[in-house]
């Protein structure tokens, strides 16, 4: 199973939204409902902030969003603060009770 | 709300074999899977396998197949996760984490493979 493919980076300023995508193929994101989003800190553990495409776990702010168009899944994050910056994994489901997840993508708050 | 403790960290030599534990805190242990992933020094999140405690039937990365063993014992809602035959790639920090979501993490087990 190939990683799926993120941004290597993406970046906006205080109050901005951003959008990282995530791409896969029809064998995983295409046909999959089981799409998650983590967030990752440097030296912590990752957090969950999206699962089955699009909904937030308790905790997670609204300003989180995910939704999914054909092949490639979207993180939105709204009214960016200083604490969003962070590391961001898509994973999905692949089949044969096998997940995938994406290369990550460093987002940073400028 | 589920905790997930892991053993600490490891130093091994090529060739040899580790084994990671993974104790949870929450209920229904037997009920919900356990997930483990790796992370590579500077690198990104790789799934490696997961298991159902009961009737603890594992599932693995292809990558890994054959020297990875992920366990569990009800009786101490303890999951394992066993490695053989280790290289120097596998230098890594190991996660647990709860249910098909992973909603809940352990805080990592650094493993380290070096002569």
């Known amino acids: 199973q190939s990683a799926l493919t993120q941004p290597p980076s993406a970046s906006g300023s205080p109050g901005q939204s951003v959008t990282i995508s995530c791409t896969g193929t029809?064998?995983?994101?295409?046909?999959?409902?089981?799409v998650s989003w983590y967030q990752q800190h440097p030296g912590t553990a990752p957090r969950l902030m999206i699962y089955?495409?699009?909904k937030r776990p308790s905790g997670v702010p609204d300003r989180f969003s995910g939704s999914k168009s054909g092949n490639t899944a979207s993180l939105t994050v709204s009214g960016l603060q200083a604490e969003d910056e962070a590391y961001y994994y898509c994973?999905?489901?692949?089949?044969?009770?096998?997940?995938?997840f994406g290369v990550g993508t460093k987002l940073t708050v400028l | 709300q589920v905790q997930l403790v892991q053993s600490g960290a490891e130093v091994k030599k090529p060739g040899s074999s580790v084994r990671v534990s993974c104790k949870s805190s929450?209920?229904?242990?037997?009920?919900?899977?356990v997930t483990w992933v790796r992370q590579a020094p500077g690198q990104g999140l790789e799934w490696v396998g997961r298991?159902?405690?009961?009737?603890?039937?594992?599932v693995y990365a292809q990558k890994l197949q054959g020297r990875v063993t992920l366990t569990a014992d009800k009786s101490t809602t303890t999951a394992y996760l066993e490695v053989s035959s280790l290289r120097s790639e596998d230098t890594a920090v190991y996660y647990c984490?709860?249910?098909?979501?992973?909603?809940?993490w352990g805080q990592g087990t650094l493993v380290t493979v070096s002569s």
């Open positions: 994973s999905s489901y692949a089949g044969n009770d096998i997940v995938v």
């Open positions: 089955e495409v699009t």
């Open positions: 298991i159902i405690p009961i009737p603890g039937i594992p």
């Open positions: 029809s064998s995983d994101v295409g046909t999959s409902n089981y």
């Open positions: 929450g209920d229904f242990f037997g009920s919900y899977t």
């Open positions: 984490a709860s249910g098909d979501i992973l909603k809940y």
